[in-house]
């Protein structure tokens, strides 16, 4: 070997060199389709077909290696089952896979290679030994960390008692020219995981599962809705209006019409228009977009479940947000009973049905510690705390007073229920009480995952909260933004309905034990690198 031909000691010129090696060998280094290959998952759920075989064609079942003591030596369990059939040598056999994933350990045992091969269903160990694929050991030789391959073999179990496939050919599909995050220290600034989500998911432990039930949980909400006759649309991401909610929008400019728009921050107002049209069980999900803060519950977009069931209220409407979270749960879980009991933080969090349902004025004076009909006394308090009280509406300062003292508290499953009618346009209020909206949010570990109304279908009354701003409320927080073509939708007669909001990105949070948004949105929105 020339001087030239001697690997290098840089990595990446390393990589580049087996690269050409590949190619010398008259392999493609960027692979091409591969057909008939088995989820790794799949493959080690089948290893209870693994036998021990003796020439004569008797066979003889494996240990349970997980009800062995640390001790149990597999080597002489086979010695003793040969000595019971004459002392005829029996061997490991199983049935034949190919596989295909990334190369995550790599260990060079001379004429024997142990390799870690990953896909998205799970890991297994290769045993690659040189007699046993024969021209394919020139690829093993050049193989790297990050490397993608396929091998066809044997399933077997090692002496130590490690699922395996006994490699009998191995397939080169492409290579990695950069090299993985090191194996002790990985990829752990949590902003690159987020940047570079692709060798996040590819090396770090638990993102990929978390983000395949994030999937999972989506599926699981679609499947609820089908089940119970709800259809699925796509509505406008650009709207000439910013309706829908109390949001600061993204705005932009479309060239050919010369006219501003803006992206949408809610589904609502476009999903009641298919109410008015005869499509009475709708709902869309999809990515909604607010310009507003970064924080480890707030993404600039986020996706966004928005239900509407004509002839409901906001009492179905929290039958159908429990059955969306406990079908969620048991989509995500591994166990044939489903454990309502999931892991937050060195906390848990109970979500067994049926969830706590209270009042607004009941947790305020619970956890605010005075009455809330007392303007008064609520404005001392807010004064207290902080906020701002001449000139504003008494119902505005009372709900920054009920975010400060009670939303945080919230910790078990807990649908407020029964808002002050002023703060919610878009809300019949109570037949025995207009004072009060028919409206919910569910709050868990202190975070608003679901807000639902029994929605208000009166044209006129519609068009005068529309135009109504209360005091000492910012433009932004105000859902007093006139849209006309609504209006005249309502017109024509929109059924009587509950409606139904729920943050996906949450919900996940909370199923998947993911302390911050970033961690269940697979690109949050990041600065550009310098």
Not at 159 to 167: H, K, M, R, V, W
């Amino acid at each position: 070997m020339s001087q030239d031909d001697a690997p290098s000691t840089d990595p990446l010129v390393a990589r580049r060199q087996k690269l050409a090696a590949i190619a010398e060998l008259g392999i493609d280094p960027w692979g091409s389709r591969l057909d008939d290959h088995t989820p790794i998952g799949d493959v080690r759920s089948r290893a209870g077909e693994i036998r021990y075989a003796f020439p004569d064609g008797t066979e003889v079942d494996l240990p349970d290696f997980s009800a062995q003591d640390d001790d149990f030596n597999f080597r002489k369990w086979k010695a003793d089952r040969n000595a019971e059939q004459d002392n005829a040598r029996g061997e490991v056999v199983g049935p034949k896979f190919r596989v295909a994933g990334r190369v995550v350990l790599h260990r060079n045992k001379g004429k024997l290679h142990f390799i870690d091969l990953r896909d998205m269903t799970g890991d297994i160990q290769l045993m690659v030994g040189q007699k046993q694929v024969g021209d394919s050991w020139a690829v093993v030789e050049n193989l790297d960390l990050g490397d993608l391959i396929a091998v066809d073999g044997s399933l077997v179990v090692t002496n130590t008692g490690e699922l395996s496939i006994a490699a009998e050919k191995v397939h080169f599909l492409t290579k990695s020219l950069e090299p993985p995050p090191e194996k002790h220290h990985g990829l752990t600034d949590p902003e690159m995981r987020q940047r570079m989500r692709y060798v996040d998911l590819a090396y770090n432990d638990g993102v990929m599962q978390r983000f395949l039930n994030r999937s999972k949980i989506v599926q699981s909400v679609r499947n609820t809705l089908a089940d119970q006759r709800f259809v699925e649309v796509e509505g406008p991401t650009l709207h000439s209006i910013a309706g829908g909610a109390a949001a600061r929008p993204f705005t932009t400019h479309h060239n050919a019409l010369d006219i501003d728009l803006f992206m949408r921050i809610a589904l609502e107002l476009h999903l009641k228009r298919l109410m008015v049209g005869g499509i009475e069980r709708v709902y869309e999900l999809g990515r909604v977009y607010r310009n507003e803060g970064i924080s480890p519950k707030h993404n600039p977009e986020f996706t966004m479940l928005e239900v509407y069931q004509a002839y409901g209220d906001y009492r179905s409407m929290m039958d159908l947000t429990e059955s969306i979270i406990v079908n969620a749960i048991k989509a995500v879980s591994t166990d044939e009973k489903p454990n309502y009991e999931l892991p937050w933080g060195e906390e848990s969090i109970d979500f067994t049905p049926p969830f706590a349902r209270k009042t607004y004025d009941e947790l305020f004076e619970q956890h605010a510690g005075v009455d809330p009909s007392n303007e008064g006394a609520v404005a001392d308090l807010a004064r207290k705390i902080g906020f701002d009280v001449d000139g504003r509406h008494p119902d505005v300062v009372k709900n920054e007073v009920f975010e400060e003292k009670v939303e945080d508290a919230l910790m078990v499953p807990t649908f407020v229920i029964d808002y002050p009618a002023s703060i919610c346009p878009l809300t019949k209020r109570k037949a025995d009480n207009p004072q009060v909206a028919e409206r919910f949010e569910l709050f868990i570990r202190g975070m608003e995952v679901a807000n639902a109304y029994t929605e208000l279908n009166d044209p006129d009354l519609q068009e005068e909260l529309f135009k109504n701003q209360l005091a000492g409320l910012s433009e932004e927080d105000s859902m007093a933004k006139m849209d006309d073509d609504f209006i005249r939708a309502l017109r024509h007669g929109m059924p009587p309905a509950g409606g139904l909001g729920i943050g996906i990105d949450r919900l996940v949070m909370l199923l998947t034990n993911s302390q911050t948004i970033r961690d269940v949105i697979l690109f949050p929105l990041l600065r550009p690198e310098k």
